[in-house]
T-cell receptor, first 112, second 113 residues
Framework: EPEVTQTPSHQVTQMGQEVILRCVPI?????FYWYRQILGQKVEFLVS????????KSEIFDDQFSVERPDGSNFTLKIRSTKLEDSAMYFC??????????FGPGTRLTVT | SQQGEEDPQALSIQEGENATMNCSYK?????LQWYRQNSGRGLVHLIL?????REKHSGRLRVTLDTSKKSSSLLITASRAADTASYFC?????????????FGPGTRLSVLP
């Protein structure tokens, strides 16, 4: 069964550094998402992407964040200058025209 | 933005018992979904219920939706140890027809063998 994959599974970075989190959505999906989950807290919506542009974003998704679909398969989330409070699990999700979103296993980002 | 809130926050039951989790939300929705998250893993979609549906079944799962009370419940019957996970309800992020979701804080279910 096709699945969403994410790399790396765990990323450790120093405060102020740039990180890129990578996702490979399911191949025929059209809508792409990033969510984050701070340890012990709920899953928070960051951004959605459709037709090569951001379709919606939350207040969390500020100028430090950007997304890109550099080729036909990858979907990336970049954090330009990481802060301690960016430490979280980051989940990528994708879907077709329906409502069900398929989530990847997540990347644990640790900012020290 | 609207938000799903689950209760209880934690639930511990014996294998074979039924588990019921509730979700409340604040504004009008056109659908509500339930997801499961095993510890340290991603979310897995369980079931979707539309606003014109009152009840839906999928295997051992039963979901109800009461739009007048803005609430939903997830019932897992004959629970198994493998059902141990966190369960989240998800509602549209911004408006009735939004396709991005807000997740509640979840119910942590522990099924004891």
């Amino acid at each position: 069964e096709p699945e969403v994959t994410q790399t790396p599974s765990h990323q450790v970075t120093q405060m102020g550094q740039e990180v890129i989190l990578r996702c490979v959505p399911i191949s025929n999906h059209l809508y792409f998402y990033w969510y984050r989950q701070i340890l012990g807290q709920k899953v928070e919506f960051l951004v959605s992407f459709y037709n090569n542009e951001i379709s919606e974003k939350s207040e969390i998704f500020d100028d430090q964040f950007s997304v890109e679909r550099p080729d036909g398969s990858n979907f990336t989330l970049k954090i330009r200058s990481t802060k301690l409070e960016d430490s979280a699990m980051y989940f990528c999700a994708s879907k077709t025209q329906g409502y069900e979103q398929y989530f990847g296993p997540g990347t644990r980002l640790t900012v020290t | 933005s609207q938000q799903g809130e689950e209760d209880p926050q934690a639930l511990s039951i014996q294998e074979g018992e039924n588990a019921t989790m509730n979700c409340s939300y604040k504004t009008s929705i056109n659908n509500l979904q339930w997801y499961r998250q095993n510890s340290g893993r991603g979310l897995v979609h369980l079931i979707l219920i539309r606003s014109n549906e009152r009840e839906k079944h999928s295997g051992r799962l039963r979901v109800t939706l009461d739009t007048s009370k803005k609430s939903s419940s997830l019932l897992i019957t004959a629970s198994r140890a493998a059902d141990t996970a966190s369960y989240f309800c998800a509602t549209p992020f911004r408006d009735n027809y939004g396709q991005n979701f807000v997740f509640g804080p979840g119910t942590r279910l522990s099924v004891l063998p």
